[in-house]
């Protein structure tokens, strides 16, 4: 029953060698090669071996719950996101989910054009929908030390922006388009600790508590206010369920966080 999961995963493996699995499976029928070896899900066929980025991962979402999706660099994390998107075709599994995605990648990208056409994007201008967000990403402060506010232009690649102002642009844009899922892909990269944690509280945790919400992030705190944590490790689960599970079930938990 979907009606209250908004996104469910079912053993689901996927590789960035876009088609490759499919040959493999064909050329290692046709010559009989053996399985992989034990536990593997890679494909193996003689000297050859593709290894999928992400290996039967399962989970579920319920409507308005917020995942966050932590491992070490490259474990997997973005390619999870990309998988939901539909950019990243899984080999096997299932993906369901029930709608309209908003996303925010890693690096956020600048259209020429004002703040303000940047966080709308070609949406509808709403007054109190646009204020709560401006409010909920910290934009406020920045927006009223310039002179022309969100009217200020922007050129081409952000460069009038600081690092921070444009994480902040990006998430603010995918925060203020309406959407049944938020793929929000580590949107705290170059702010300081203290924007972080009012951002985390006041955007992701209060103005978007009824969303359902994957946030890629490996701060503990952040794990802690999750309703599901999924930690990844070289693309495989190493755990999903709650904070206090990860804490009972893999005390040695925070190791995988530092890389
Ligand atoms: N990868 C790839 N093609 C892509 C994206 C990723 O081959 N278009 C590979 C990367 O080279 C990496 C693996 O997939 O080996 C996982 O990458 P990614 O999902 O980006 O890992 P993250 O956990 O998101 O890493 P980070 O925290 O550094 O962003």
């Known amino acids: 029953n979907l009606t209250n999961t908004e996104l469910e995963l079912v053993n689901v493996t996927a590789s960035w060698d876009e088609g490759i699995g499919e040959l493999f499976e064909k050329i290692k029928q046709e010559n009989k090669a053996d399985d992989p070896p034990n536990g593997d899900t890679g494909l193996f066929f003689t000297n050859l071996y593709v290894t999928p980025v992400l290996k039967n991962i399962g989970l579920y979402l319920e409507k308005g719950k917020m995942l966050a999706v932590a491992g070490s660099t490259g474990s997997g994390k973005s390619s999870l996101l990309m998988m939901i998107l539909g950019e990243l075709v899984p080999s096997e599994g299932k ?19 004002t703040i303000r056409d940047n966080i709308l994007f070609g949406l509808a201008y ?41 994480a902040r642009i990006g998430l603010a844009r995918a925060v203020y388009k309406d959407a049944d899922l938020y793929l929000l892909d580590s949107p705290f990269t170059h702010l300081d600790i203290v924007t972080e944690k009012e951002i985390f509280e006041r955007c992701l945790c209060k103005l978007m508590s009824s969303k359902t919400r994957v946030v890629v992030t490996s701060k503990l705190d952040h794990l802690k206010r999750a309703d599901k944590v999924l930690l990844l490790h070289n693309g495989m689960c190493y755990f999903y369920g709650s904070f206090s599970d990860l804490q009972a079930q893999r005390p040695d938990f925070s190791s995988l966080l530092l890389g």
């Open 126 to 166: 709403d007054e109190y929908r646009y204020t709560s967000v401006i409010r909920a990403c910290q934009l406020e402060e920045d927006l009223a030390l310039l002179p022309e506010k969100d009217k200020a232009p922007l050129k081409e690649g952000g460069v009038t922006l600081s690092g921070g102002q444009r």
């Open 95 to 113: 993906i369901r989910h029930s709608g309209r995605i908003s996303f925010s990648p890693q690096t956020s990208w600048i259209m020429p054009g």
